[in-house]
Nanobody, 127 residues
Framework: QVQPVESGGGLVQPGGSLRLSCAASGGTFRRHALGWFRQAPGKEREFVSGTGWSGESTWYGDSVKGRFTISRDNAKNTVYLQMNWLKPEDTAVYYC????????????????????WGQGTQVTVSS
């Protein structure tokens, strides 16, 4: 089991960049697929990005392709989300989630059941 904790959110101007981090406790971090989700006020929770056990396979929602990059460092029990060319519509609470014992090879990271969720970090894109 892991407990994700997000950090790195804040206020940024349109066109700017932020790097989110998600640190997860526990001794089985390597055997968890990881995902980033976001939820804006009054909106449904949205899949942003995900990565499998090795970090080599990555998945992105259509709205962030070409702008965001997910990566993981299993030695540090940490997953990152590099966000570039941010837009006002990226404003949301961003959540990190882990899927225990599951990888993304069959249906991609989007379709996984995520067992563990962080409390979220606020990202606001505004001038």
């Amino acid at each position: 089991q892991v407990q994700p904790v997000e950090s790195g959110g804040g206020l940024v101007q349109p066109g700017g960049s932020l790097r989110l981090s998600c640190a997860a406790s526990g001794g089985t971090f390597r055997r968890h697929a990881l995902g980033w989700f976001r939820q804006a006020p009054g909106k449904e929770r949205e899949f942003v990005s995900g990565t499998g056990w090795s970090g080599e396979s990555t998945w992105y929602g259509d709205s962030v392709k070409g702008r965001f990059t997910i990566s993981r460092d299993n030695a540090k029990n940490t997953v990152y989300l590099q966000m570039n060319w941010l837009k006002p519509e990226d404003t949301a609470v961003y959540y990190c989630a882990a899927s225990a014992g599951r990888d993304c090879s069959d249906y991609g990271c989007y379709g996984l059941l995520y067992d563990y969720w962080g409390q979220g970090t606020q990202v606001t894109v505004s001038s």
